[in-house]
């Protein structure tokens, strides 16, 4: 009998940390690699946070806390959604992980059985899939397509709806697309939901603050409130406050729900980190100016990136709405052989052969389940944006 437990056949390793890995491996080597593959900004925790956090320190909240949260954050996490979303919740709907990722895990432990499916807009963020498998469901995956800006239509999640559905997954903006559902784009779903009782909404809400071009943000609860008792609206602290290592996401959503996760959290983890809690009150209490600011930089590397990719032969690179992701087409790069000598017949070999000929780290399509595409993470500096997209246009121009 294996040592190892068979739910772990069912998962696979992350591959965005794969690419990591393996850019920091050649670095090592004295290789000189661009890496694109990042989730997270390249800017540090503001500074009225991290002071938050050295005071909860000296103050001694080092401490266990409630398992799912102080009563502070909560309400700090009640007012937030408020004043963004026109949600209406109490501290008592709300549980706080440690990071978004534990939140959703949590809420899939909580509430699937053998059988149960969880439709997953295709291409989605890696972890969805592999943690409706480890909690014992059964993924499925819907593809979008390039025509439709990676957004689902109505008509494809219908087609996907059977009585075994337990949850829609919904990301917007998207990891890895970018891609952000207006108001009408998201209300033709919440329509289509409406019709269909028994499916409960896991909305993740991680890059509502990373939007560009005067795009409005909105979230299935706050557009179709005949969805708030069976809607779960994630988020966190990680993206738009740069505090990814903190490890602190929450969620909102019926009162029973909240308890079993709850129950979850506190036989595995206890308590996201005390320091972190209260750094996370100061986030979301303080000021919010430098969102804006930032997002101004990111947009402005998003257009910089999204320029260059669709200057480079057999590239398409739509423009995303939010997030800091492209997801440009290399369908017309499929079938040629590359100057090294390697043969592009995927994504997959796409973007090898671009990091070991060129330097430049991305993750590949198959890994998000739509190919043949790769992901560009655009939060890091200009000057390598520049140079890594010069690099993709050499590296498109040596295809033969
Ligand atoms: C769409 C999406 N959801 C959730 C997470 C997890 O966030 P956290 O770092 O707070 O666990 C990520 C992180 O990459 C993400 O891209």
């Known amino acids: 009998m294996s040592f190892l437990s068979a739910t772990l056949d069912r998962v696979k390793p992350s591959a965005t940390i794969a690419v990591t890995t393996k850019a920091g491996e050649l670095k090592a080597a004295g290789r000189d690699v661009i890496g ?3 989730g997270e900004p390249d800017f540090d925790t503001p500074e009225n946070i991290k002071q938050a956090g050295i005071r909860a320190i000296e103050a001694g909240k080092t401490k266990y806390t409630p398992a799912d949260g102080i009563p502070e954050l909560k ?4 007012a937030k959604l408020k004043r963004d979303n026109g949600l209406d919740y109490s501290p008592k709907q709300i549980s706080v992980g440690t990071g978004g990722k534990q939140i959703l895990y949590n809420a899939l432990m909580a509430t699937l059985n053998p ?9 989605y963020w890696v972890s969805y899939p592999d943690m409706v498998l480890l909690a014992g469901g059964e993924p499925v995956a819907v593809e979008t397509s390039i025509d ?11 087609a996907a709806i059977t009585p075994k559905t337990k949850w829609f997954i919904f990301n917007s903006p998207s990891n890895p697309t970018g891609a952000g559902y207006t108001h009408a784009e998201l209300k033709a779903l919440t329509d289509v939901l409406m019709k269909h009782p028994h499916v409960w909404v896991m909305t993740d809400d991680m890059y509502e603050h990373l939007v560009y071009d005067d795009f409005e ?8 409130p005949g969805l708030y008792d069976r809607t779960l609206t994630c988020n966190g602290v990680s993206k738009a406050y740069a505090m ?22 506190s036989q595995s983890t206890s308590n996201p980190c005390s320091i972190s809690q ?6 979301l209490n303080g000021p919010q100016d430098f969102i804006p600011e930032n997002n101004v930089m990111f947009q402005r590397r998003r257009d910089l990136v999204v320029k260059m990719l669709n200057e480079a032969e057999g ?25 090294g000598g390697a043969s592009i017949d995927s994504d997959e070999a796409f973007a090898t052969a671009l990091l070991e000929e060129k330097g430049v780290a991305v993750v590949f399509g198959a890994a998000f389940g739509l190919s043949p595409y790769f992901r560009v993470s655009y939060a890091t500096s200009d000057e390598a944006l520049t140079e890594a997209c010069t690099r993709i246009q050499d590296f498109c121009a040596g295809l033969k």
Do not use: H
Not at 148 to 158: D, G, N, R, S
Not at 217 to 224: D, G, M, W
């Open 115 to 123: 059988g149960d499916e969880v439709i997953i807009p295709a291409p």
């Open 244 to 265: 990814t290592g903190w490890r602190i996401g929450y969620a909102a959503g019926p009162e029973k729900l909240i308890n079993a996760m709850r129950k979850i959290q």
């Open 75 to 78: 309400q700090a996490i009640c």
């Open 217 to 224: 943000f909105c979230t299935p609860a706050q557009v179709e």
């Open 315 to 339: 590239i398409e690179c739509p423009v995303p709405e939010g997030a800091f992701y492209v997801y440009p087409s290399v369908q017309g790069c499929i079938g040629k052989t590359s100057a």
């Open 148 to 158: 439709t800006a990676f957004k689902l239509t109505p008509e494809k999640l219908e």
């Open 278 to 283: 209260w750094a996370a009150v100061e986030a």
């Open 36 to 38: 694109l593959g990042a």
